[in-house]
């Protein structure tokens, strides 16, 4: 397995001449993500101000405040589901240029690209079992969901070769499944590969947050070559 030194390196190799399209890969699905949000977040501002004036007329609008809650908890859903599916699809590229199957990063397309037919829907299913289980093992203590999260972090790799390998792909539960499998051994590993990033991400906050259009393809590439390393291992 290679060091956290040699996984990196490796990353701003495949990133050298790339970064300007790797930022932009990150940014699309912020931006769009931004939009939609906003669909959720204005009817729920609205409800809001509603039971404010409600309350200053001498009565309260118990349906407006059950709205609020209700708008709050698809929004978080909804960004949970989107935000998976774009990571994926901009780490599968990652992957791909790693392994040298492609030479080009096409941003809308491929951060798209985890939005197709069935594809979509397993991905969205990890989505929810993944946060699912974590948060179970989360409720006994902080740690053992730490733990958890790692052991599942490769799902979403490991269904893209499923899907690469079989006309069917591997449903959601497999995948989580040879995740945990394939993490045996390595997640103090991965651990370790997340730590040595601290230090980039303190400038980037310095920098209000600018940093990380380039920090988060920086450690996207990384992580994909984490991956692909661990895959030839295993």
Request: aromatic share 12%.
């Amino acid at each position: 397995m290679k060091t956290s030194k040699e996984l990196k390196q490796e990353a701003r190799m495949i990133l050298q001449g790339r970064w300007g399209k790797a930022v932009l890969l990150n940014v699309i699905p912020s931006l769009i993500i931004i939009g939609f949000s906003l669909v959720f977040i204005v009817p729920a501002v609205v409800s809001q101000v509603i039971t404010v004036m409600s309350m200053n007329n001498g009565y309260y609008d118990y349906a407006a405040t059950a709205g609020t809650g209700n708008y709050g908890t698809v929004s978080s859903f909804f960004s949970m589901v989107v935000g998976a599916l774009f990571t994926s699809g901009i780490s599968w590229t990652y992957l791909d240029l790693i392994r040298g199957t492609r030479s080009e990063i096409s941003p809308l397309k491929d951060a798209l690209r985890a939005f197709n037919g069935k594809t979509l829907v397993t991905v969205a299913i990890l989505a929810v079992l993944v946060n699912l289980f974590s948060g179970l093992w989360g409720l006994l203590l902080i740690i053992p969901g730490i733990v958890k999260s790692y052991s599942y972090s490769q799902s979403y790799y490991i269904y893209y070769d499923s899907t690469l390998n079989e006309k069917e792909g591997l449903s959601a539960l497999d995948t989580i499944t040879a995740s945990r499998k394939m993490m045996n051994g390595y997640k103090g590993k991965l651990f370790l590969l997340d730590l040595s990033f601290i230090g980039w991400h303190i400038l980037s906050i310095a920098t209000l947050g600018l940093g990380y259009l380039w920090l988060s393809p920086y450690i996207q590439v990384t992580k994909s070559a984490f991956y692909e390393n661990l895959a030839k291992n295993d």
